[in-house]
Nanobody, 111 residues
Framework: QVQLVESGGGLVQAGGSLRLSCAAS????????MGWFRQAPGKEREWVAR???????TYSDSVKGRFTISRDNPKNTVYLQMSSLETEDTAVYRC?????WGQGTQVTVSS
């Protein structure tokens, strides 16, 4: 069992930056590829970024070049560095490890 807790969300102006954190507890999360997803009001959940066990990173076209996913295994934490934020990035962001999900953190980007 892995418990995931996101933090770091908030309100930011367009063009600004935020760093989201996802802290894991329980069974070591280094056994799983990690992902970030988001869901905006009235929209379906959207995959954002993935960090594989081989440290390969992949991103959705909508965030490529602006977001960076990384992990700190000793701290059992995965990060999502978000830059050049746009109003379209407003959503609840959730991290994922295998079958496990966090509860989400709200990111709101104002114009």
């Amino acid at each position: 069992q892995v418990q995931l807790v996101e933090s770091g969300g908030g309100l930011v102006q367009a063009g600004g930056s935020l760093r989201l954190s996802c802290a894991a507890s329980g069974r070591t999360f280094s056994s799983y590829a990690m992902g970030w997803f988001r869901q905006a009001p009235g929209k379906e959940r959207e995959w954002v970024a993935r960090l594989g066990l081989d440290d390969k990173t992949t991103y959705s076209d909508s965030v490529k070049g602006r977001f960076t996913i990384s992990r700190d295994n000793p701290k059992n934490t995965v990060y999502l560095q978000m830059s050049s934020l746009e109003t379209e990035d407003t959503a609840v962001y959730r991290c994922n490890a295998g079958p496990f999900w966090g509860q989400g953190t709200q990111v709101t980007v104002s114009s």
